[in-house]
């Protein structure tokens, strides 16, 4: 293709020999297209969109030649790109800096022109676009929880694109609004419920599932919130655990509650949430006044991937009357798994669940579904009946105008063996990496492992006085109870110390002693800075612990604190791979990988730890 660049200028002579440029070889396509033979394929047909504009395209009259001829490009561009992306030997990401792509980088620029440019100019905008990002599909790409790239997803982001549709009504998308309402129904199937009963809606994220959690369990309890707003109601209290995601607080925000009566549920060292702690909480406040609402449950915690116990979490709810949400927005995935199901035992007692397709089922994002037990209350809670757009009297059953139970006025359309298959596979790939981590003297699990049972076999079942409950057989062993595998690299400078218990201790004791020497700093720090004339005696003495204690301090923090980081950065700089970190409660900086990714092979992982230790074995 010829990638020659197009210049405007305003000189009226150019502007006119431009045109009939233009012109001759619009005329020219058309010509070559009607004399191209039957049999020829889209391959062989080369164009010049140099000066070819957007305005050719279809709906422009004879358009449908050019038009079929750039999507082709276009998609051989997103094709090239894909076996990149599925390419291990390939780059994650070409790294660059804010400035550097604001700048420009060998003719790809960012900035707005007043003038139209060449379909040419988009084809290779597109190529730069995908060139300079991160190739979130590939197999070494391990830095969130949502990644990897499936085919079929983006067969169905194409086709949802090109309907180009909106959800709020059947009249305009009634193929979509029938398949919403048969996967709600399937999900709520697989948590438990009666499909009859319950109801649901697919939003764009986890944190908009949290949201809608809240508000409707707000308006069933006080449905003047509708019409008269908080100042009607009572001071009201949520509940998260400790290692909840931060999106209920946002929502608390968002909805008027305020952050402050987001009470936080202390944890247990896995990062499960103490039940005997919730009930604490909830009298604590109902002792000050407040009135106790909501319980946010988590089936898979963003950092260590924990499992709230949610049977004793139901039972609490049930005893005060509180509305009880599940975040499975991580953890949903294993409820399709036979032999991880368990772990989300209690999920059928839920008022309400989130659960992201996005993530573990590999669907493309934005997908995320919010499921409510309670039939009606979407809509009775968002219900604001447009009338031009809900009007009742339409020749069709208008229980499938399902726009009104949303918060939204538009809705993008979202998105059972096949999915276990790649869910027992991804925990599969997280045991075989906490076995590696437990071999390798480098590396140190941040804390042991939960028993979890080898051979799985989960079904549900009916029991007469508590409805659905899961029924399980297997074997007992340990491994991590969701994918996420969270560690610390010991670099060398740490491996002096003789093997043994001695060792293992200090290893611990670096964490706790930078905790504890940075409380001792501050108080030495305090003291030293009372004015003092003297050279010699206590005063000058302290100053010279806390010398010493900054010296020790600053090895510490760089020791552990620093780490992570540095190899972060060198391993964004070089491209190879892509793994989060981040610290939690007392636990200084540490790697947290996590796999959803369909195309990550045991080499991977193998790969991302010679490659931590490559880029950290110099600090």
Not at 26 to 55: A, C, G, H, P, V
Not at 277 to 296: A, D, F
Not at 584 to 608: E, H, I, W, Y
Request: glycine content about 6%.
């Amino acid at each position: 293709m010829d990638f020659r660049r197009v210049t405007h200028t305003t000189n009226e002579q150019s502007h006119t020999e431009h045109l009939q440029m233009r012109q001759k070889q619009l005329s020219s396509f058309q010509r070559e297209s009607e004399e191209k033979d039957n049999s020829s394929t889209i391959e062989n047909f080369m164009t010049n969109f140099s000066n070819i504009y957007e305005s050719d395209l279809l709906p422009a009259r004879n358009g449908e030649r050019i038009t079929e001829h750039f999507l082709h490009d276009v998609v051989d561009i997103l094709l090239s790109y894909i076996k990149k992306t599925h390419d291990g030997k390939s780059k994650v990401l070409d790294f660059h800096h804010p400035h550097q792509l604001l700048e420009g980088l060998e003719g790809f620029s960012l900035e707005l022109s007043d003038q139209p440019q060449p379909l040419e100019q988009i084809l290779v905008d597109c190529r730069d676009t995908l060139k300079y990002g991160v190739k979130t599909g590939h197999p070494r790409y391990f830095n969130q929880l949502s990644s990897g790239l499936d085919m079929i997803g983006l067969v169905g982001e194409w086709l949802t694109a090109t309907a180009n549709t909106n959800m709020f009504t059947y009249e305009i998308a009634p193929v979509f609004i029938v398949m919403e309402e048969i996967l709600i129904k399937k999900m709520h199937e697989i948590i438990g419920w009666g499909e009859s009963e319950a109801d649901g809606v697919f939003s764009p994220g986890g944190s908009i599932s949290n949201l809608y959690s809240i508000l409707v369990a707000r308006y069933q309890r006080f449905p003047e919130i509708k019409t008269k707003g908080m100042a009607a109601l009572p001071n009201i209290a949520l509940f998260v655990s400790e290692h909840s995601h931060y999106s209920v607080k946002k929502a608390a925000a968002v909805l008027g509650i305020g952050m402050d009566n987001v009470i936080a549920v202390k944890c247990d060292e896995r990062g499960k949430m103490i039940p005997s702690e919730l009930e604490r909480k909830i009298l604590q406040v109902k002792k000050q006044g407040q009135l106790p609402l909501y319980v946010s449950a988590t089936a898979g915690t963003t950092v260590y991937g924990a499992f709230d116990p949610l049977v004793s979490i139901a039972d609490i709810c049930d005893k005060y009357n509180l509305w009880m949400h599940v975040d499975a927005a991580w953890g949903g995935g294993l409820l399709l798994s036979r032999r991880h199901s368990y772990k989300l035992s209690g999920i059928e007692r839920a008022n309400s669940v989130t659960w992201n397709p996005h993530k573990l089922m590999g669907a493309p994002l934005q997908c995320s579904a919010f499921l409510v037990r309670e039939k009606g209350l979407l809509h009775a809670c968002n219900q604001l009946s447009a009338e031009y757009l809900f009007q009742p009297d339409k020749q069709y059953d208008t229980a499938y105008d399902t726009g009104d139970k949303t918060i939204q006025c538009g809705r993008h359309v979202d998105g059972t063996q096949g999915f276990e298959i790649l869910i027992n596979k991804f925990l599969e790939l997280a045991e075989y990496l906490y076995k590696e981590l437990k071999t390798r003297k480098n590396f140190e699990l941040v804390f042991a492992a939960e028993v979890i049972f080898k051979n799985m076999d989960c079904v549900t079942g009916l029991n007469i006085d508590s409805g659905i409950q899961f029924f399980c057989v297997g074997q007992e062993q340990q491994g991590p109870e969701l994918t996420n595998v969270c560690f610390w690299y010991i670099p060398p400078s740490l491996q002096q110390i003789p093997k043994g218990p001695g060792r293992d201790k200090r290893l611990h004791q670096v964490k706790d002693l930078i905790f504890a020497s940075v409380v001792m700093l501050t108080i030495l720090a305090k003291r030293s800075s009372t004015p003092n004339v003297e050279t010699e005696g206590p005063s000058h003495h302290l100053r010279l612990v806390t010398v010493t204690s900054q010296k020790v301090i600053a090895t510490l923090l760089f020791l552990t604190i620093q780490v992570a980081p540095k190899i972060k950065a060198r391993m964004i700089e070089e491209g190879t791979t892509m793994v989060s970190y981040q610290p939690q409660g007392d636990n200084v900086n540490f790697f947290r990988m996590v796999f959803s990714n369909p195309a990550t092979k045991k080499s991977d992982v193998d790969f991302l730890l010679e490659e931590i230790e490559r880029l950290g074995k110099d600090l």
